[in-house]
Antibody
Framework: QVQLLESGPGLVRPSETLSLTCTVS????????WSWVRQPAGKGPEWIGRLYTSGSSNYNPSLYSRVSSSIDTSNNRFSLNLRSVTAADTAVYYC??????????????????WGKGTTVTVSS | DIQMTQSPSSLSASVGDRVTITCRASQYISNYLNWYQQKPGKAPTLLIYAASSLQSGVPSRFTGSGSQTDFTLTISSLQPEDFAVYYC?????????FGPGTKVDIK
């Protein structure tokens, strides 16, 4: 069964870069969309962005100037970098799998497998 | 960005009740609407995609309906494990956006 595991520092200083990795096990990372979602305490989820194994990506315009991501097919993992963080970036960060490319419903971009989430606090 | 609203924001119900949650988009989204369930301290789980398609492994008591701007999630007979927060999400255009959630708790 497919499992996703987020990893990275739980505390990041203001103005620094938040870096997270999502390791995929139980399935190949190829041919799927992969997403990052965050959720501040007590609030709804916020979509950060989506990437594909070709390297193409889409990001939330509200974060576009600060975010980047990459995919490492050799090690079955993908990563997120969020620059110049502030307290407003404090949240639980999730990685998630999107639909398989080429299937009849892939354009609905649902997220069917999620990691457990990792809490990131931005504080000095 | 497309704004999603949900009603009610919370509801209290008993085991066996029929529960209906409504989600509305600020503009046309066809059927690009997904529903998730989230329990405390856990990641969201996918229930319904494409407005009415039941995700594999999800009990058939969950049904989704609607199109264009108005959507509904119905739980036909509420079970103890269904007490959670439910979110709708649009993926039609622009950044994917989630609704604010509907909390279903025990009456």
């Amino acid at each position: 069964q497919v499992q996703l595991l987020e990893s990275g520092p739980g505390l990041v200083r203001p103005s620094e870069t938040l870096s997270l990795t999502c390791t995929v096990s139980g399935a190949s990372i190829s041919s799927y969309f992969w997403s990052w979602v965050r959720q501040p305490a007590g609030k709804g989820p916020e979509w950060i962005g989506r990437l594909y194994t070709s390297g193409s990506s889409n990001y939330n315009p509200s974060l576009y100037s600060r975010v980047s991501s990459s995919i490492d097919t050799s090690n079955n993992r993908f990563s997120l970098n969020l620059r110049s963080v502030t307290a407003a970036d404090t949240a639980v960060y999730y990685c998630a799998r999107g639909p398989k490319v080429g299937t009849s419903d892939y354009s609905f971009f649902y997220m069917d497998v999620w990691g457990k989430g990792t809490t990131v606090t931005v504080s000095s | 960005d497309i704004q999603m609203t949900q009603s009610p924001s919370s509801l209290s119900a008993s085991v066996g009740d029929r529960v209906t949650i409504t989600c509305r988009a600020s503009q046309y989204i066809s059927n690009y609407l997904n529903w998730y369930q989230q329990k405390p301290g856990k990641a969201p789980t996918l229930l319904i995609y494409a407005a009415s398609s039941l995700q594999s492994g999800v009990p058939s008591r969950f049904t989704g309906s609607g199109s264009q701007t108005d959507f509904t999630l119905t739980i036909s007979s509420l079970q103890p494990e269904d007490f959670a927060v439910y979110y709708c999400q649009q993926t039609y255009t622009g950044p994917q956006t989630f609704g604010p959630g509907t909390k279903v708790d025990i009456k």
